[in-house]
């Protein structure tokens, strides 16, 4: 009963704590998160009013700029005499001028309008929506200006319907008496797309109001042209009374206020478009000079991310605090838990020492019995893996022997060839010698050396590919290399009248390897080749090298038939072959296989696209030998 009623205790006390542990991380993150928000609000609104008073200042300075130019467009002496009198005179110079004047001071369009407010030049002149002929009298520049003053005043162009701001200054032609009036006005439109594209550049969303709160001017296209709230029925046919923004709809912008930061601060969203789901800081300033608003909506994703970052660390800090303290209690636990285990390992040591005493002797003998095993069956493998070498090795050179048979015919030729020749330059020796003719005898017995020279030669090329090869590894010219395995197919190129392609690199290519071993690989291909183009009417032999990367790649190709596709999986397999019965047993190009696998090398069979069949050969890259060993000897 005891035990029960301590259990439960104890199991409440768990729980209170866990419930007390938790309040106190919420309450710490909670509060990390608001200290982190006032800051991460202060520094954003620091920056809103900082770019917020910059914009205001560039605004300014863009548009001020153009305010003389109207003033000074009035006073030219071309303006003043065409609008003196107008019906009796071309408008095309004027037309042409205000054009250039365009042009030059950047603006969007120069118009002159007369008393009446009827367009008699324009700089847009050669364009279909011209201003010539159209009257502006309900423009307000218009007004402004024919009363003697400076105009200003924003909005849609009649006919190009783009957003522009208009600056204008009256013509006069006789400003002295009492009551002269001008007799014209002179406009020009400025476009604001430049500000606006710069504002696009900004992490922060700019727009302009005006005094009917009308947002003609926004960084986001989206907002151009709508109202910060809804407009009245009143307020609607007023603005189309002065035409200012044609026939615009102007629907509300949706800005949503949700709480007040300052004076000037507000925090928003908006309740459609792509800025719907976010939050923004929004700080205005009035630009007096022209009667507009600028307003600043600044992203509330820093404050956001400054207060999870905030809750985080004040989370992560308490969980540390809470790990340490835990950990802290752990051990102090885990050492009382330590010393009893301690006490109950020496008693039982002994007992344990004993046991695993009997357990290594055991183990021991196995391991001593799988041992001997170990080593009988390394013993049958080495002996097994030197058949095998010396198995290999006598297949290669049973290839030899039977390349060798194939060039019997051949090696007959070439050598009955001299045979003949030394036989009658010898004849020829002793008749001279029986006349005393010493210079011809001379001349027969050198010819008689040289073709003996000739026959050694040929003796040097076959014992060279016979011998067994070892296994040394040398660094191999490959261009000597291929010409060695031609010259023992000398005889069928010629009877064969086969064509033989050469391409080589100009540097000699050096590969690692065993010498009789890759010309034993380079015969068998090339044989191959020939076999494959003994019924071809123009047999063509292509041998190519070249270096990719830290490769060489050697290529054997001939345009016979070449190889079915159903054969090209299994060309490689031993005493597969498709060559008439008692012309080979297949094991050439398995022996070369495994020879190029042995060198570290692949040995690859394709058709080539032109026809016939091509094999590539490619082994690694060596290092150019000293001078001295720049020609490999094959004698």
């Known amino acids: 009963m005891n035990t029960t009623l301590l259990a439960g205790l104890s199991r409440r006390w768990r ?25 991460a609000l202060a520094t954003l609104q620091s920056d809103a009013e900082n770019e917020l008073r910059l914009s205001v200042a560039n605004l300014n300075g863009y548009l001020l700029r153009y305010d003389y130019l109207p003033s000074m467009l009035a006073t030219r002496e071309n303006v003043q005499r065409f609008l003196a009198s107008p019906e009796s005179q071309d408008p095309m110079p004027l037309n042409m001028m205000l054009d250039r004047f365009r042009f030059t001071a950047g603006v969007s369009d120069v118009y002159l309008l007369d008393r009446h407010g009827t367009t008699l030049a324009a700089s847009n002149w050669h364009r279909a929506n011209t201003f010539i002929g159209q009257n502006y009298a309900f423009r307000s520049y218009y007004t402004a200006a024919i009363a003697g003053g400076q105009g200003r005043f924003f909005g849609l162009g009649v006919q190009s319907l783009e957003r522009g701001y208009y600056f204008s200054a009256p013509v006069w032609l006789d400003d002295t008496a009492p009551d002269a009036r001008p007799d014209g006005v002179i406009v020009i439109k400025v476009l604001l797309d430049t500000v606006e594209e710069s504002w696009a550049k900004q992490e922060a969303t700019l727009l302009v109001t005006d005094a009917d709160d009308i947002i003609f001017m926004a960084s986001r296209e989206q907002l151009r042209m709508t109202a910060l709230h809804s407009l009245s029925e009143s307020e609607r ?19 949503k206020q949700h709480d007040v930061y300052d004076d000037n601060s507000r925090i928003v969203s908006f309740a459609h478009d ?57 051990r102090l636990r ?7 285990f301690a006490e109950r390992e020496r008693r039982t040591l002994a007992r344990v020492r004993d046991e695993l005493e009997v357990s290594v002797e055991h183990r021991t003998r196995d391991l001593v019995a799988s041992n001997s095993r170990l080593s009988a069956e390394i013993e049958e493998r080495r002996r097994a893996e030197d058949n095998l070498r010396q198995t290999q090795d006598e297949l290669i050179q049973a290839a030899k022997l039977a390349v060798l048979g194939q ?26 010698l029986a006349r005393a003719q010493y210079a011809n005898t001379d001349a027969n017995l050198a010819q008689i050396i040289e073709l003996t020279q000739r026959m050694a030669e040929i003796s040097a090329q076959l014992r060279q590919f016979s011998r067994k090869s070892g296994e040394r590894q040398e660094t191999i010219s490959v261009q000597a290399c291929v010409d060695y395995a031609l010259r023992l197919f000398q005889s069928r190129l010629r009877e064969g009248n086969v064509t033989v392609e050469q391409h080589w690199p100009d540097e000699t290519l050096w590969v690692t390897g065993d010498l009789i071993r890759l ?60 060559k008439t019965p008692g012309s080979g047993l297949g094991l050439g190009l398995s022996i070369s296989s495994r020879i190029i696998d042995d060198l570290a090398g692949t040995l690859r069979a394709a058709n080539c696209l032109e026809g016939g069949a091509q094999f590539e050969l490619t082994l690694g890259l060596a290092a150019s030998p000293h001078p001295s060993q720049e020609n490999i000897s094959h004698a």
């Open 237 to 255: 046919e007023a603005l189309l009374a002065t035409r200012r923004y044609a026939n615009e709809p102007l629907p509300a912008a949706g800005i």
């Open 407 to 432: 060039l019997a015919a051949g090696i007959n030729h070439e050598l009955n060839q001299p045979l003949a020749a030394i036989r009658a330059y010898g004849e020829n020796a002793r008749s001279f």
């Open 334 to 340: 885990l050492r009382r838990e330590r010393e009893a």
């Open 15 to 39: 729980r209170l704590w866990l419930v007390l542990l938790s309040l106190g991380l919420l309450l710490c993150m909670w509060q990390a998160a608001q200290i982190a928000r006032e800051q």
């Open 274 to 330: 792509a800025m719907k789901n976010d939050h923004y800081l929004r700080l205005a300033q009035p630009i007096p000079e022209f009667g507009w608003q600028m307003h600043i909506l600044k992203p509330m994703t820093p404050v956001t991310n400054a207060q999870w970052i905030a809750a985080s660390m004040a989370g992560g800090l308490y969980g540390v605090l809470l790990l340490g303290g835990g950990i802290g209690w752990q």
């Open 519 to 578: 010309e034993q690989v380079l015969v068998n291909l090339i044989s191959n080749a020939l076999h494959a183009m003994k019924d071809t009417e123009s047999p063509c032999l292509q041998l190519s090298a070249r270096r990719i990367g830290d490769k060489v790649m050697i290529r054997v190709a001939d345009n016979g038939p070449g190889i079915p596709e159903a054969h090209l999986a299994h060309i490689f397999e031993p005493f597969f072959t498709t």
